[in-house]
């Protein structure tokens, strides 16, 4: 028995098996179960890929925005002893901004990771 590794997910698996147990890819068609060959679904992945790290990546931006945004606001307006109502709403903009770009980021880490 060998080693190889799977052509679509590149998981290590048993040239004996006859499909890929992490992805389920078809060794011996050389095609995955929704009938998609090699090359178009290594592509449809890396396309799936940018787009989801493009969309975390965003979504990691809006929180900065937001953040300094409620920071800013917090700064330069709150110190002018305008209503409570208006530095609550500031201060709720920055922590929701911080903890939505921290959030981003884990789960950016977590998707690189579970990548290689
Ligand atoms: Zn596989």
């Not at 992945?45 to 969309?55: F, G, P, Q, T, W």
């Not at 609550?88 to 911080?98: K, N, P, S």
């Amino acid at each position: 028995m060998a080693i190889i590794s799977c052509p679509s997910c590149k998981e290590r698996v048993s040239n004996k098996s006859k499909s890929c147990p992490h992805c389920d890819f078809d060794f011996e068609s050389g095609k995955s179960t929704d009938g998609l060959n090699e090359e178009q679904l290594a592509n449809q992945e890396k396309l799936a890929n940018l787009k989801k790290r493009y969309s975390l990546q965003m979504q990691a931006m809006a929180g900065i925005i937001l953040f300094l945004f409620g920071f800013i606001m917090w700064y330069f307006v709150g110190k002018q002893g305008l209503s409570k109502l208006t530095h609550f709403i500031e201060i709720g903009l920055a922590v929701l901004g911080g903890v939505w770009y921290i959030i981003t980021r884990i789960r950016l880490m977590a998707y690189k990771r579970s990548q290689k």
